[in-house]
């Protein structure tokens, strides 16, 4: 009963106080603690809609989708009775040699949808983690297969793949991860979408590694946190291509790109192609809950099937697998997604924004390049010498007006909600304009 006082919302009202308790007692991820207090963190004490409220009561616009997760915006009505309705039935079962009916239910609406020949659906919580089963699937895939030798992996310059010691070894370092170099496999590296020979670059590691190589790992279309680094759907198509020619497994990782972020529902479609594993995250449940999940085509589940305890089993799982309410909600997000036909505001508000951009922002000095596929758009900034915060002070004056943007590095990512009207996009390039002509002066 004390602990019901102590954390009463009245004793500590003000913003100040809860960045006090956070700090005394939460550690942020990719957030020095020292210094965290003092770059005046948003501490949110509701969201509606595409805002975010704060312990004040002041309204920011998610203008980044809660780090590129949110789809809809936040207290969907329709996604809100979804959760509601499976808590009744349950939050949560074992996926670990059981079923559940949301689930099995939640598989065969993504079968009709993704990108991928004969689907199979491995459930997991992170994009990170769909990132780390698949690289395991596709390793045992082929010593199931009884070849040998085939236990590298080819990505690219400037790829994200998560955190965990895997994702991050596929992943091209950076936001200073370097120091766990040690700990990572070796993978092959080709040149990232920054540099336009990344496909014949490519294509020639596959062919002269093809004998070695279990697997190419790619974000289809946006290499989205090396800053909106955009690959051409032709590159991905013949880089598809020579995977099949060569037998080696194409993962495509659209844990960013997924759920219609880049104006077609999957990225891959743009490109034409469908990969043998793919990687789905953020977007699944528009928001709302963790759930990931690595997606096998059929040819590669089958490689997997044999007898009882066998070694061909996947000795692999999460406890947190197949989440019921994830699941619930996540069959509603797709109903929605067509149902506000979302994929035609995405486009209608693409080129919308691309005009803004181009008459507001790539004119202005500070500005280096800006990318923008879908509604994923970086914003690249070219500070005249090193350490002047930039990137970060331009979203603090974008939050201080009320629009709640973050960088990576110099580069600003706006990354709206699919259903972000025009009236808000205008607000979003206004405002950032204003930043950075302030920042920038
Ligand atoms: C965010 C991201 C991941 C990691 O997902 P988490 O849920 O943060 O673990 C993996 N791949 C891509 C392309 C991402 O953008």
Not at 149 to 164: E, Q, V
Not at 267 to 286: F, H, Q, S, V
Request: hydrophobic residues 45%.
């Amino acid at each position: 009963m004390r602990a019901v006082a102590l954390y009463d919302r009245a004793v500590t009202g003000n913003t100040k106080g809860w960045v006090d308790r956070d700090s005394a007692v939460v550690w942020h991820g990719f957030t020095q603690m020292s210094v965290y207090p003092d770059n005046s963190p948003v501490i949110v004490d509701h969201a509606e809609g595409h805002e975010v409220i704060d312990v004040e009561g002041n309204r920011y616009l998610d203008a980044i989708s809660s780090l590129w997760v949110t789809t809809l915006g936040h207290c969907v009505p329709e996604l809100d009775d979804a959760l509601r309705a499976q808590i009744d039935r349950g939050a949560h079962t074992t996926m670990l040699g059981n079923g559940n009916r949301v689930v099995i239910e939640l598989s065969e609406a993504l079968t009709q949808v993704v990108p991928v020949n004969d689907p199979h659906f491995l459930y997991a919580s992170d994009g990170a983690c769909a990132v780390e089963q698949a690289l395991k699937i596709a390793f045992q895939y082929w010593i199931n297969r009884g070849v040998t030798g085939r236990n590298k992996f080819l990505a690219f310059g400037g790829a994200y793949h998560g955190d965990t010691i895997g994702a991050l070894s596929v992943g091209a370092r950076g936001f200073g991860t370097d120091i766990f170099d040690p700990l990572l496999f070796p993978v092959l590296r080709a040149p990232g979408f920054d540099d336009p020979t990344w496909p014949d670059a490519a294509l020639r590691m596959i062919e002269t590694n093809a004998s070695q190589l279990a697997a190419v790992i790619v974000e289809p279309l946006v290499q989205g946190a090396s800053g909106i680094q955009l690959g051409d759907p032709d590159g991905l198509a013949a880089l598809a291509e020579t995977c099949r020619e060569h037998n080696v497994l194409l993962i495509c990782d659209e844990v960013a790109t997924g759920f219609g972020r880049t104006g077609t529902l999957f990225a891959c479609e743009a490109a034409g192609i469908r990969p043998d594993l793919l990687c789905l995250g953020k977007g699944l449940t528009a928001g709302y809950l963790a759930m990931s999940a690595t997606v096998a085509s059929g040819p590669v589940f089958d490689a997997f099937l044999g007898p009882d305890l066998s070694e061909k089993t996947l000795y692999h799982g999460h406890s947190y697998s197949g989440n019921a309410l994830a699941a619930a909600v996540a069959i509603r997000h797709l109903e929605l997604l067509k149902a506000w036909n979302v994929l035609a505001n995405v486009r209608e508000r693409s080129s919308e924004l691309k005009g803004l951009l181009d008459d507001r922002i790539t004119s202005l000095p500070a500005v280096k390049d800006v990318r923008l596929q879908g509604l994923m758009a970086g914003i690249e900034l070219a500070p005249p010498a090193d350490g002047l915060l930039w990137g970060r002070k331009v979203c603090a004056a974008t939050v201080a007006r009320g629009v709640l943007l973050r960088p990576l590095g110099d580069v600003v990512v706006l990354m709206p909600p699919l259903t972000i009207t025009s009236e808000e996009i205008h607000r979003i390039v206004g405002t950032l304009a204003e930043a950075i002509t302030e920042v920038t002066a």
